[in-house]
């Protein structure tokens, strides 16, 4: 039984470039999140989808962060003109039903933006 | 939402049991107790949840008392690898709701 897989596992990436981190989701879970967070911190919110749906996305930052789950299995979480704050562990977690406390998460995407 | 208080970090030794205790004054009669444990380079890990007296699994015991305002998460005969950051989240998931709020977490060190 394969867990929630996240790649790259790290990312560097210069001022301005565009970057795509990716979730796999474990096979059949409904919902997926997306969190970010930076050293010494909790997990924040990013955004939800259930499905293919895009249910919230309160906690993307700017609209330079966008993601997307098409087929409602593989998500993408895209980010536009990285700037230096946004270095961070990127999470993605995975539940088998919506509105469901119990999260199953990867092991993140450290990126580093120079 | 319900803000959640835990101490920043604890230390204990090896074959103890670690007790450790977030506050939750503004808990919501919907609301749960959930418990998370994070590892250095892995995500949060869902450890234990709860709502009301006492729950128990293959891993810890959480203790909530009756008026629900606070919540005690019990590691017993912790080793070297219970070393992690623990988080205790409030809160019930609804369709307004989507997701609950990770606070700063209790630092665990466990020494030989």
């Known amino acids: 039984g394969a867990g929630v897989s996240q790649s790259p596992r790290y990312k560097v990436a210069k001022r301005g470039q565009d970057v795509a981190l990716r979730c796999d989701p474990i096979?059949?879970?409904?919902?997926l999140f997306w969190y970010q967070q930076a050293l010494g911190q909790g997990p924040e919110f990013l955004t939800y989808?259930?499905?293919?749906?895009?249910?919230?996305k309160s906690g993307l930052p700017s609209d330079r962060f966008f993601a997307e789950r098409p087929e409602g299995s593989v998500s993408t979480l895209k980010i536009q003109r990285t700037q230096q704050e946004d270095s961070a562990v990127y999470l993605c977690?995975?539940?088998?039903?919506?509105?469901?406390?119990?999260?199953?998460f990867g092991s993140g995407t450290q990126l580093s933006v120079l | 939402l319900a803000k959640t208080t835990q101490p920043i970090s604890m230390d204990s030794y090896e074959g103890q049991e670690v007790n450790i205790t977030c506050s939750h004054n503004?808990?919501?009669?919907?609301?749960?107790i959930t418990w998370y444990q994070q590892f250095p380079s892995q995500g949060p890990r869902f450890i234990i949840q709860?709502?009301?007296t006492k729950v128990t699994n293959e891993v810890a015991s959480l203790f909530i008392p009756a008026d629900r305002k606070s919540s005690t998460l019990s590691l017993p005969r912790v080793s070297l690898s219970d070393t992690a950051v623990y988080y205790c989240?409030?809160?019930?998931?609804?369709?307004?709701?989507?997701?609950?709020?990770f606070g700063s977490g209790t630092r665990l060190q466990v020494q030989p």
């Open positions: 096979s059949g879970h409904v919902s």
């Open positions: 989240l409030v809160g019930a998931l609804d369709t307004g709701r989507r997701a609950l709020t």
């Open positions: 977690a995975s539940s088998p039903r919506a509105l469901n406390e119990k999260l199953f």
């Open positions: 709860g709502y009301k």
């Open positions: 503004n808990i919501a009669t919907n609301d749960y």
């Open positions: 989808f259930q499905n293919e749906a895009q249910l919230d």
